[in-house]
């Protein structure tokens, strides 16, 4: 299409005639439509989808296949983080973006026609805290978008199903969601002992075969399961070398979270929510979030038979507890007055989701169940910090001050809980001093005074305060108990969903 391209001044057309830029100004209101025109279509045929799940809880899907549409793959695609690091073909986002709509359609063809090929992951190490390396598997871009579709009709599916226990990688829930449950659970009911347990290598110990029988359970669309096999045996590339499996899933894939959700739903949820109803004598609480489970119990044995069938439950479907990270400690209101009375020392405290939970007391003298950030999670963040401040040195004071700003502020937004106040204040006054000492470092003559790095941090660094309510206040607002007969807000709770 050609347009009349005017002079400044005059109101007559130029002698020449010019082509219009792709992507201009003129486009902008087309392709703004589109998207919501995608996202429309896209909602509308999960939401169908989702009510026939919710509807018909045995029923098994057996066409699919038809929603891997032309909006779904490109919804999926902007659905993907920009920055995101590429795969093995070295596709990025923004590579992928020009041209979008003829290459869009040219997997949507391979796709439905059978010529898709999954592509192996690419293997990417990130730091733990523990100073151990964790391994991600960096699906190909195309292997993503395919991936993001299918897990969004899948979801649609399996979010009818999975029990509300369940917080990690599912829409609308997050840690603090999972935080806020376990703590109202501990609150309300009489819990004594919390069963602390964790998985080993559990994405690298998933059974294949085992994985593709419960994803079954609802999905009868076999094109669905070939392709989500596809992505199971691509293998990971490392040093050249590309190695298969038929364990695991793939730990960073798209794709990963939620059938490690689908595994977990069949292997524990239903089996722990069954052995809550028939076996427990007393209160019971249960949150999981991915592989990371905590169990509350009113009474010892309780517990111990528990862990004793979880951990048989776990090696019929080839997984296992990790023996160093798994254990059953007392806690709770009663935890500290039980262990003084037998010579013990204070309650001991468990890790969840980059909180140290403890028992505490508060001012006036009654239980108070604090939470603390993970003191090797702050080390980690501020060492961190600290080679990235090296790098930063010689840049403008501006510059590191609103870098500085966006660290903090992302810290406090995550750990800014109740009972938490001294150490975000302890945080921010270690970065200050990190930022003093980089400063210092630029000259040798430099003589930079507290008054000055504390006029600094002023300007540039939020205070330390507290972000987020009191866990069983959110918690109440999100799941309301309605129950007329109930002395108390909460009973017999199941964390984070309605009653079981």
Request: charged fraction near 30%; glycine fraction near 6%; hydrophobic fraction near 40%.
């Given at each position: 299409?050609?347009?009349?391209?005017?002079?400044?001044?005059?109101?007559?057309?130029?002698?020449?005639?010019?082509?219009?830029?792709?992507?201009?100004?003129?486009?902008?209101?087309?392709?703004?439509?589109?998207?919501?025109?995608?996202?429309?279509?896209?909602?509308?045929?999960?939401?169908?989808?989702?009510?026939?799940?919710?509807?018909?809880?045995?029923?098994?899907?057996?066409?699919?296949?038809?929603?891997?549409?032309?909006?779904?793959?490109?919804?999926?695609?902007?659905?993907?983080?920009?920055?995101?690091?590429?795969?093995?073909?070295?596709?990025?986002?923004?590579?992928?973006?020009?041209?979008?709509?003829?290459?869009?359609?040219?997997?949507?063809?391979?796709?439905?026609?059978?010529?898709?090929?999954?592509?192996?992951?690419?293997?990417?190490?990130?730091?733990?805290?523990?100073?151990?390396?964790?391994?991600?598997?960096?699906?190909?871009?195309?292997d993503k978008i395919v991936q993001r579709a299918t897990a969004a009709v899948l979801n649609a599916i399996f979010e009818e199903d999975f029990l509300g226990f369940s917080y990690g990688f599912r829409p609308g829930r997050g840690q603090h969601d999972a935080l806020d449950a376990l703590v109202a659970g501990i609150n309300s009911t009489k819990v004594n002992y919390i069963l602390d347990a964790d998985i080993r290598s559990f994405f690298d110990g998933v059974s294949q075969s085992w994985l593709a029988r419960f994803v079954e359970h609802r999905v009868g669309d076999k094109r669905i399961i070939r392709l989500i096999q596809k992505w199971l045996k691509a293998g990971v590339l490392e040093d050249g070398i590309v190695t298969t499996n038929d364990k695991g899933t793939g730990q960073g894939s798209v794709i990963s979270p939620l059938l490690a959700n689908v595994y977990l739903h069949f292997v524990f949820d239903l089996w722990a929510e069954r052995w809550r109803r028939r076996d427990a004598t007393g209160d019971m609480i249960i949150v999981r979030?991915?592989?990371?489970?905590?169990?509350?119990?009113?009474?010892?044995?309780?517990?111990?038979?528990?862990?004793?069938?979880?951990?048989?439950?776990?090696?019929?479907?080839?997984?296992?507890?990790?023996?160093?990270?798994?254990?059953?400690?007392?806690?709770?209101?009663?935890?500290?007055?039980?262990?003084?009375?037998?010579?013990?020392?204070?309650?001991?405290?468990?890790?969840?989701?980059?909180?140290?939970?403890?028992?505490?007391?508060?001012?006036?003298?009654?239980?108070?169940?604090?939470?603390?950030?993970?003191?090797?999670?702050?080390?980690?963040?501020?060492?961190?910090?600290?080679?990235?401040?090296?790098?930063?040195?010689?840049?403008?004071?501006?510059?590191?001050?609103?870098?500085?700003?966006?660290?903090?502020?992302?810290?406090?937004?995550?750990?800014?809980?109740?009972?938490?106040?001294?150490?975000?204040?302890?945080?921010?006054?270690?970065?200050?001093?990190?930022?003093?000492?980089?400063?210092?470092?630029?000259?040798?003559?430099?003589?930079?005074?507290?008054?000055?790095?504390?006029?600094?941090?002023?300007?540039?660094?939020?205070?330390?305060?507290?972000?987020?309510?009191?866990?069983?206040?959110?918690?109440?607002?999100?799941?309301?108990?309605?129950?007329?007969?109930?002395?108390?807000?909460?009973?017999?709770?199941?964390?984070?969903?309605?009653?079981?």
């Amino acid at each position: 299409m050609l347009a009349t391209k005017l002079t400044n001044k005059a109101g007559r057309p130029a002698a020449e005639s010019v082509e219009r830029r792709a992507w201009a100004k003129g486009n902008a209101n087309q392709l703004s439509t589109r998207r919501a025109q995608d996202r429309e279509s896209v909602s509308q045929a999960l939401e169908r989808v989702r009510q026939a799940a919710r509807q018909r809880k045995k029923e098994r899907f057996t066409a699919l296949y038809h929603h891997l549409s032309l909006p779904m793959l490109r919804t999926a695609f902007f659905a993907l983080k920009r920055e995101a690091a590429p795969g093995v073909d070295g596709v990025t986002w923004r590579d992928y973006e020009a041209d979008l709509d003829r290459k869009i359609a040219d997997l949507h063809a391979r796709v439905h026609r059978g010529a898709y090929r999954a592509q192996p992951s690419r293997r990417r190490y990130i730091p733990k805290a523990d100073g151990r390396q964790r391994p991600l598997a960096v699906a190909a871009l195309e292997d993503k978008i395919v991936q993001r579709a299918t897990a969004a009709v899948l979801n649609a599916i399996f979010e009818e199903d999975f029990l509300g226990f369940s917080y990690g990688f599912r829409p609308g829930r997050g840690q603090h969601d999972a935080l806020d449950a376990l703590v109202a659970g501990i609150n309300s009911t009489k819990v004594n002992y919390i069963l602390d347990a964790d998985i080993r290598s559990f994405f690298d110990g998933v059974s294949q075969s085992w994985l593709a029988r419960f994803v079954e359970h609802r999905v009868g669309d076999k094109r669905i399961i070939r392709l989500i096999q596809k992505w199971l045996k691509a293998g990971v590339l490392e040093d050249g070398i590309v190695t298969t499996n038929d364990k695991g899933t793939g730990q960073g894939s798209v794709i990963s979270p939620l059938l490690a959700n689908v595994y977990l739903h069949f292997v524990f949820d239903l089996w722990a929510e069954r052995w809550r109803r028939r076996d427990a004598t007393g209160d019971m609480i249960i949150v999981r979030f991915a592989d990371d489970i905590v169990v509350g119990f009113e009474h010892e044995d309780d517990a111990r038979r528990f862990w004793d069938a979880m951990r048989t439950r776990l090696q019929e479907f080839a997984l296992s507890l990790h023996p160093e990270k798994t254990r059953l400690i007392e806690f709770g209101r009663r935890a500290a007055t039980n262990r003084e009375r037998r010579g013990l020392g204070k309650p001991e405290t468990f890790n969840f989701l980059g909180f140290s939970f403890i028992c505490g007391t508060s001012r006036r003298g009654g239980f108070l169940l604090k939470r603390k950030s993970r003191r090797d999670r702050i080390q980690a963040k501020l060492s961190e910090i600290k080679d990235e401040m090296r790098r930063r040195r010689h840049q403008p004071i501006p510059d590191q001050g609103k870098w500085l700003r966006q660290v903090v502020t992302g810290f406090f937004a995550y750990h800014a809980v109740p009972t938490n106040g001294r150490v975000l204040e302890a945080f921010r006054y270690h970065v200050i001093d990190l930022w003093r000492r980089s400063l210092r470092r630029r000259s040798q003559k430099d003589h930079l005074t507290w008054a000055r790095i504390t006029k600094l941090s002023d300007d540039w660094l939020p205070k330390a305060r507290i972000l987020h309510p009191w866990p069983e206040q959110r918690f109440a607002v999100k799941h309301p108990r309605w129950e007329p007969d109930a002395g108390k807000l909460h009973v017999r709770i199941c964390p984070g969903g309605a009653q079981q």
